[in-house]
Structures are given as C-alpha cells and as structure tokens.
C-alpha cells in the first residue's frame, strides 16, 4: 500500500484478555518500529525490528508484551494479560534502511487500545 | 541517554500569521538527526521537516523552516502564513545515526499543541 496501515483502528478489551496489534509496513521498508502514545508517558519506543536482524526490545515495558515480524513485512504487537495502564495509542512506523543511516520513520495511524 | 524538551505545552496563533515552536535537547553525540512531526486529531504522525546535525543550513520545506543551534541544543520550528490546517500536535524527535541494531529509535518531546484562529 501507499502508506503504513494498522489493525484494528480501536481495540476495547478487558482487563486479563490478551490484544494482537496488526502493522502493514510501506513496500521495500526493511525496518519497522512500535512506539506507545499514552497520556502519562507520552511517546515511547517500544520495539524495533532491522531485517532478519534480532529486535532490539529495550522499550518494552514488561515480558507481557513481545512482538514478531513475519516474512521481514507485516508486524504484530502481542499483549498478554492486559492491564488498565496499557491503555493508549499504539503507533508503528516504517523505514528504509540506507547506508547513511539518514533514513526517515513514516508512521501508521495507530490503534487505540482501552483496556476495561 | 537522550532527552528532547518541548517547554510550551499549548501555543495559539492567528490565521496568517507566524508562530514557533522551541525545542532542545540533550545529547553527547556529535551526528544525529533530529525531526518536527504534527500529530493531526487523526493520530498519524506526520513528517513536517528534518535536519542533518552535520549541516549548517536551517532546513525549510514551503512555511515550515527550523532554527538549528548545534551548540545550544536548540531546534526550534517556525509556521509562516499560518493556515487553519495546521492547527495539531507538533511533536520535536531526536534520533542517532544508526550503528548495527541499536539506537534507531526515535525519542520524542512532549509535545506542543498549536491553535490556529480564525
């Protein structure tokens, strides 16, 4: 697709339930990265994958959230157990991956997760 | 680590007018990049304009120019001609060059909400 997409746009759950976050990167972006938007952190990086490189998972805040990149393309954001404090905006973005390192994240529209 | 400061939470602007936002931050590397995003009430993270450390010239891309003080760690945006659309959250990212599998992220400020008036 022309841009990057993500599912569901909203997500309600309940405390406990386990959510899957869906990121369809921009065609040819080798690398991917997951950020969280929430009202008390504002935003943070949570994971980024680079190819068939390991992620880099500095940015999760707990092992209830773990990630994978399928095919070197699409992404899914896995929270387990989920707790109130998860609640926010889950943002993924995309980029090329230049020799320079001068590439330029371009972001999804995110999903908003409310956890009951 | 590095930190990305926004001091003014809100800022209004009249319909053609020119506003700027500020920004700074704080880092002990000497190449990096740093970033203005506007958030929409959409929530997609928008590219506005970027700027190479290594370069001298304040980069501009139509009314949107930067003030880049690399000894000052400053990075302010500035809006010409201000138009209703450009009313949203704009939010100032730093990022490192990339080395191997580390350090890619980009770290962002809080963010300062702009208001455009009619």
């Known amino acids: 697709g022309a841009g990057v997409s993500q599912s569901p746009s909203n997500k309600v759950t309940e405390k406990g339930k386990d959510v899957e976050l869906r990121c369809d990167p921009i065609?040819?972006?080798?690398?991917l990265y997951w950020y969280r938007q929430s009202l008390g952190q504002g935003l943070e990086f949570l994971i980024y994958?680079?190819?068939?490189?390991?992620?880099?998972k500095s940015g999760l805040p707990s092992d209830r959230f773990s990630a994978e990149r399928t095919g070197g393309s699409v992404s899914t954001l896995t929270i387990q157990r989920t707790q109130q404090e998860d609640s926010a905006v889950y943002l993924c973005?995309?980029?090329?991956?230049?020799?320079?390192?001068?590439?330029?994240?371009?972001f999804g529209p995110g999903t908003r997760l409310l956890v009951l | 680590a590095q930190t990305v400061t926004q001091s003014q939470p809100e800022m209004s602007v009249q319909e053609a007018e020119t506003v700027t936002l500020s920004c700074t931050y704080d880092?002990?590397?000497?190449?990096?990049?740093l970033f203005w995003y506007k958030q929409p009430p959409s929530r997609q993270m928008i590219l506005v304009i970027r700027?190479?450390?290594?370069?001298?010239q304040n980069a501009t891309e139509n009314r949107f120019s930067v003030n880049f003080q690399k000894a000052a760690k400053s990075f302010s945006l500035k809006i010409s001609d201000s138009q209703l659309g450009d009313a949203a959250m704009y939010f100032c990212?730093?990022?490192?060059?990339?080395?191997?599998?580390?350090?890619?992220?980009?770290?962002f400020g809080g963010g300062t909400r702009l208001m455009v008036k009619p």
């Open positions: 700027q190479e450390a290594y370069k001298q």
């Open positions: 065609s040819g972006h080798t690398a």
């Open positions: 973005a995309s980029s090329l991956s230049t020799s320079g390192g001068q590439e330029t994240q371009y």
């Open positions: 990212a730093y990022r490192r060059p990339r080395k191997d599998n580390a350090g890619n992220m980009l770290t």
């Open positions: 880092t002990s590397e000497s190449d990096y990049y």
């Open positions: 994958f680079q190819g068939n490189s390991a992620p880099d």
